[in-house]
T-cell receptor, first 115, second 110 residues
């Protein structure tokens, strides 16, 4: 079946602009996660959804970052007033949400470049 | 907060040599997970270890979870060029959110 998909694959924007990054999880997966990966580092947790609600958003770096999942499937990560330091690969992962430590499946990521 | 550290950061080996990466957590972990990320790719789940002292094998890969559940290792026997990539360990925070180590980048010379 289809895996996690993310669009766009690449996004180049100018400092101060607003961007939206989309994640389409594996069908039927209730848990969805956003991570950010800077060059040469491991993924860093941003936010976790269980169904439609954000169960944990403690990883969001500041209030310029916001994410939604209105129907419990597709999620959008929104970044306002982008800064050069926001440049990174934004990874989305989903899991079944059925087990306590169920496997997370990652999408290909969106590479965000802020000029 | 929870920190997960990995060493070495980089490892160059000749094809056929063995490779080991080590993972240490600042806190006791409920489980440890290992992921592989190929160059230009995304993390792909390899395995999860739950029990203290657990050892699991996948062909040439051997994964170990420490007795205190604070450290883990991944050993690859007789590396191949297909093993190239970055290997990450990750431990869960509250819920199922993962704290990743910095990764060990493996390069294999044919």
């Amino acid at each position: 079946g289809a895996g996690v998909s993310q669009t766009p694959s690449n996004k180049v924007t100018e400092k101060g602009k607003y961007v939206e990054l989309r994640c389409d999880p594996i069908s039927g997966h209730t848990a969805l996660y956003w991570y950010r990966q800077s060059l040469g580092q491991g993924p860093e947790f941003l936010i976790y959804f269980q169904g439609t609600g954000a169960a944990d958003d403690s990883g969001l770096p500041n209030d310029r970052f916001f994410a939604v999942r209105p129907e419990g499937s597709v999620s959008t990560l929104k970044i306002q007033r982008t800064e050069r330091g926001d440049s990174a690969v934004y990874l989305c992962a989903s899991s079944s949400g059925q087990g306590r430590w169920d496997t997370q499946y990652f999408g290909p990521g969106t590479r965000l470049t802020v000029l | 907060g929870q920190q997960v550290m990995q060493i070495p950061q980089y490892q160059h080996v000749q094809e056929g040599e063995d490779f080991t990466t080590y993972c240490n957590s600042s806190t006791t972990l409920s489980n440890i997970q290992w992921y592989k990320q190929r160059p230009g790719g995304h993390p792909v789940f390899l395995i999860q270890l739950v029990k203290s002292g657990e050892v699991k094998k996948q062909k040439r890969l051997t994964f170990q979870f420490g007795e205190a559940k604070k450290n883990s290792s991944l050993h690859i026997t007789a590396t191949q060029t297909t093993d190239v990539g970055t290997y990450f360990c990750a431990g869960p925070r509250a819920g199922n959110m993962l704290t990743f180590g910095g990764g060990t980048r493996l390069m294999v010379k044919p």
